[in-house]
């Protein structure tokens, strides 16, 4: 079930939306409050929001301009303000639709329906797209082969982008660097164990906190290297 937050001063405005909402099979909050709508709006997992611009406390231009910057989701915003200006400046912080008071519920649901079913479909169209491994605030994007320490990105090597994410997706496993060579250079080591060794030294220089106390690629003296989930 989808969530939707309106934030409106107007109770009457909020409730009679939220009624309309619920009928259709969504999940509605209501904040009167500009700056607790603005709490909520950046802290509720929400899916779409109904936005007024002329709020007590912190205004739906700032609001929108906050929740653009965190969220991707809908966002939809109603006023009895009638100027293009407005409209424009409204949709130009981000807004995907704006809609003029008054108007009948039934377009309200309408639109709301129709912004969501293009969110769903841009979503899904992304996650296929995209095959991610996420441990632990490290981030690897195999379809981009790109990858993201706490939301930083750093540069990987080819072998070292393929053997961190051999490893990643293979939690708790020790492997001995005879196995982590044939596995990523795809061949017998014979004698070549230290290239494994220094790509392990090089991506610990990029992904660990503290390369001398590692969180992430742990050593198992005498057998190999373990990533820890």
């Avoid at 379809?143 to 990987?156: P, S, Y």
Wanted: charged share 35%.
């Amino acid at each position: 079930m989808s969530k939707i937050l309106i934030i409106e001063d107007e109770e009457a405005i909020a409730d009679l939306e939220k009624d309309y909402l619920e009928m259709s099979g969504y999940e509605v909050l209501i904040e009167n409050d500009g700056t607790k709508g603005l709490e909520v709006a950046l802290k509720e997992s929400i899916d779409l929001l109904v936005l007024d611009l002329m709020l007590p406390g912190v205004d739906g231009y700032d609001i929108c301009k906050q929740v653009r910057e965190e969220k991707n989701i809908p966002i939809l915003m109603v006023s009895a303000k009638k100027d293009d200006i407005d409209k424009i400046r409204g949709l130009g912080l981000g807004a995907d639709d704006y809609m003029t008071k008054p108007f009948s519920p039934s377009e309200l649901v309408a639109r709301v329906k129709a912004h969501l079913s293009r969110y769903e479909r841009l979503v899904g169209s992304t996650q296929k797209s995209n095959d991610i491994v996420e441990i632990r605030g490290i981030k690897i994007d195999k379809t981009a082969r790109r990858v993201f320490i706490n939301g930083e990105e750093k540069i990987f090597t080819t072998k070292e982008f393929d053997l961190l994410t051999f490893l990643a997706e293979n939690p708790n496993h020790v492997f001995t660097k005879d196995e982590l060579f044939r596995e990523i250079w795809d061949m017998e080591s014979i004698g070549d164990i230290a290239t494994v060794t220094v790509h392990i030294k090089k991506i610990r220089e990029k992904i660990e906190y503290d390369t001398s106390k590692p969180q992430y690629i742990e050593t198992i003296w005498g057998v190999g290297y373990r990533f820890k989930a």
